[in-house]
């Protein structure tokens, strides 16, 4: 599986996603500057977390506005596979490849902790080796992760099975206690009507070595690679 990451003034965890694709691909991604007009012959695209363009305006905003993101769209819309985490999650709503928007979190502090998160669903190229309702522990480290969107696009959500992960107490349970920025529905990670465009904000890549921290971000990889190879 041939990969590519986007690189924006601010990115600043590239370098840990490219240690997790290179890990589960055996290939290196290639990397890809944000000014860039055309976007290399790979699998799977991704935008990685950080803090692109310093978050100015808002997180994310600056970022859609670049000219490779015109190119990314492009492919997205053909059905190339995306994967937006954290940065790249917020990004992935100001261009519209996904609904909704991310905000400050409710406690207006920044949240740099593991949480446990749920699986919600495993029909997708980015989660079919995980177990419905498999409970992972995941890092975090944003500001701006508090998920919205309005009561329809909510439901349609739901209705076609695009929740992707959400956040969740120690037992599994979704509820204020487990819920760490105010997203609605303790909503995670979303997927687009395709499903080949999945934007989260926790740190899959970051939960890849049991030397590191946790091996639970290992099925997301495995079941990209599975899938494109």
């Known amino acids: 599986m041939k990969s590519a990451i986007i690189i924006f003034p601010g990115t600043n965890r590239d370098s840990d996603m490219v240690?997790?694709?290179?890990?589960?691909?055996?290939?290196?991604?290639?990397?890809?500057?944000?000014?860039?007009?055309?976007?290399?012959?790979?699998?799977?695209?991704?935008?990685?977390?950080?803090?692109?363009?310093?978050?100015?305006?808002?997180?994310?905003?600056?970022?859609?506005?670049?000219?490779?993101?015109?190119?990314l769209a492009d492919r997205a819309t053909k059905g190339a596979a995306v994967l937006g985490v954290c940065n790249g999650f917020q990004i992935l709503t100001e261009i519209g490849l996904l609904p909704g928007a991310l905000m400050r979190n409710t406690e207006l502090k920044f949240i740099c902790r593991n949480l446990?998160?749920?699986?919600?669903?495993t029909d997708s190229i980015f989660t079919k080796k995980y177990q419905s309702g498999?409970?992972?522990?995941?890092?975090?480290?944003?500001n701006?992760?508090?998920?919205?969107?309005?009561?329809?696009?909510?439901?349609?959500l739901e209705e076609q099975n695009r929740i992707a992960f959400r956040y969740v107490n120690t037992a599994g349970q979704i509820g204020p206690d487990g819920n760490p920025n105010g997203s609605v529905r303790n909503i995670a990670g979303i997927l687009n009507k395709k499903k080949?465009?999945?934007?989260l904000m926790p740190h899959p890549e970051n939960a890849t070595d049991p030397e590191l921290g946790g091996s639970?971000?290992?099925?997301?990889?495995?079941?990209?690679?599975?899938?494109?190879s």
């Not at 508090?146 to 909510?154: G, I, P, S």
């Open 196 to 199: 080949n465009v999945l934007g």
């Open 19 to 71: 240690m997790a694709l290179e890990k589960f691909s055996g290939i290196p991604p290639k990397k890809v500057w944000y000014n860039e007009s055309k976007l290399p012959a790979v699998d799977l695209f991704v935008l990685a977390g950080g803090f692109a363009y310093g978050d100015y305006l808002r997180a994310g905003a600056m970022a859609a506005r670049a000219p490779v993101i015109r190119a």
């Open 116 to 121: 446990d998160v749920r699986v919600e669903e």
């Open 144 to 156: 701006d992760g508090n998920y919205f969107a309005d009561k329809a696009t909510l439901d349609q």
């Open 216 to 228: 639970d971000g290992c099925g997301l990889f495995q079941s990209i690679v599975e899938h494109l």
């Open 134 to 142: 498999q409970k992972l522990s995941f890092p975090v480290a944003h």
